[in-house]
């Protein structure tokens, strides 16, 4: 036990009241000993310390050590403040993450640690920019109001050549889809140039907005092996697609923060979409080492992220820890996690304010806009009702790859299924009746069936 790292008699009240901490929730699983004990060599290890008292430490160096201010051996959870001066001053999400998801995760005497919950005042808040624009500029640039964006993933994940995928862009935005997303891995490979079918979507995308008088907007994937890489390929969008048509994706993850936070700073007038993939490792409730989906999800906030995918609530393919891994942990079952900013139950207002109702802590984001939930995985046409009554906001951009890309009668028929779906949900018609004279619909229902 590091005894220096623990003062329970701090009140969580004054530490808010300070300005000067940001709090964090582990869940602490030791080998041996107690939480308590754990707790201790987890915010010397995320902090200033190590697995022993230090001699060159000084008495200015102690004030940065974090506290474990609270303690529920029962619940094996640890309340932690960090000074938040330990951190970077220009609004680093990558520093606090390499602090409370550092280098913690490996020491030994531990079998679980996973970061829950994380709390910052608003002095370190208005250090980070927070995300430009979101869903609101969206709806604005495609004139599309009180319903889901609807979009799909290109399919095969990868494999088309610049016109075959181009041209499975303009079917789905013909067919009524508002959005394309390029599939994570899509980069520059040898076989689909970047440049080129950069310029191929371009001119689809032109074809297919004068055929639906419809403005469409397509996410493109700048990831990179390098910063001057990703925005040569920003930039080439920038120059060649009309402003608002386009969406920066990233893999947030395999890229990381700093990546998003260039982005955010390099283009400021564009939607930065924070694609997750590689979370699972981290998220999963299998895994007793990691990071919730809520603390993902406000830190992609944080960067900058316009828009993150935050999971299906278990209508579609992916383990959905958004519903599960706060809850499970503390052997509860309450619905939270989908918008960072919501409560157990979110009505729309809550979804866009300014308050958010954590598990733990309620997070006043000041001015910080919101971040747009993007809902994809094993998605179809057929689960869009029960995704919305999940969900319950429409402020949200749902992707189906595949899920529209196998409609019998192909991707055009794919996204007028899904726009009718949409449709249904909207007039309060049930999908049965709806497909009866509605066939694009119709026959996805029968491809999909309506219990899945
Ligand atoms: C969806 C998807 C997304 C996942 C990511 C995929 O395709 O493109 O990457 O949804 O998961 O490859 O699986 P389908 P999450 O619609 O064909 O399933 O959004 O949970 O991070
Ligand atoms: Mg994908």
Not at 71 to 84: H, Q
Not at 290 to 299: A, D, H, M, N, Y
Not at 362 to 372: E, F, L, N
Request: charged share 25%; with cysteine; glycine share 8%.
């Amino acid at each position: 036990m590091q005894k220096q790292y623990i003062n329970l008699n701090l009140s969580e009240e004054r530490l808010k009241e300070s300005n000067e901490f940001l709090l964090a929730v582990y869940k602490i699983i030791p080998k041996n000993g107690t939480c308590l004990d754990l707790a201790s060599e987890v915010a010397a290890e995320s902090s200033s310390g190590s697995f022993t008292r230090i001699g060159t430490a000084t008495d200015f160096s102690e004030t940065c050590d974090a506290q474990v201010y609270k303690i529920d051996e029962e619940k094996k959870l640890a309340w932690i403040a960090y000074p938040t001066k330990i951190f970077d001053r220009a609004g680093s999400v990558q520093s606090i993450f390499t602090y409370l998801a550092g280098n913690v995760f490996g020491v030994s005497n531990l079998s679980g640690l996973k970061l829950l919950d994380i709390w910052l005042p608003q002095k370190f808040l208005q250090t980070f920019d927070g995300p430009s624009c979101n869903i609101d500029d969206m709806r604005y640039y495609l004139d599309v109001y009180e319903r889901p964006i609807l979009g799909t993933i290109i399919k095969p994940k990868i494999g088309l050549k610049p016109k075959e995928f181009a041209n499975a862009c303009f079917e789905f935005w013909v067919g009524g889809g508002d959005f394309v997303k390029f599939d994570e891995p899509q980069a520059d490979q040898e076989f689909c140039p970047f440049q080129e079918v950069v310029l191929e979507i371009r001119d689809r995308m032109e074809e297919a907005e004068n055929e639906t008088g419809k403005k469409k907007i397509m996410s493109i994937n700048v990831s990179a092996a390098d910063f001057d890489t990703m925005i040569e390929r920003a930039d080439f969008v920038c120059e060649n697609m009309k402003r608002g048509s386009y969406a920066f994706l990233i893999d947030g993850i395999t890229a990381g923060f700093s990546a998003v936070q260039t982005l955010r700073k390099r283009y400021p007038d564009t939607f930065i979409h924070f694609h997750r993939a590689g979370h699972g490792a981290f998220t999963r409730k299998e895994n007793p080492f990691g990071f919730s989906v809520e603390i993902l999800t406000k830190f992609g906030r944080l960067a900058g992220a316009s828009g993150i995918h935050t999971g299906t609530i278990g209508v579609g393919k992916m383990a959905d820890d958004t519903y599960e891994t706060i809850h499970d942990d503390l052997g509860e079952t309450v619905y939270k996690g989908f918008v960072i900013e919501k409560s157990r139950f979110t009505p729309i207002d809550e979804a866009l304010g300014k308050v958010s109702k954590g598990y733990f802590f309620d997070q006043d984001w000041g001015d910080m806009k919101p971040i747009t939930p993007i809902a994809s995985g094993g998605l179809n046409p057929v689960k869009l009702h029960k995704l919305i009554s999940k969900i319950q906001v429409v402020d949200f951009i749902t992707t189906m790859g595949a899920g529209v890309h196998s409609h019998p009668d192909g991707t055009r028929e794919g996204a007028r299924a899904l726009l009718e779906s949409c449709e249904a949900w909207q007039k309060g018609i049930s999908l049965e009746e709806y497909a009866k004279d509605h066939k694009a619909l119709r026959k996805a229902i029968e491809k999909f069936g309506t219990e899945n």
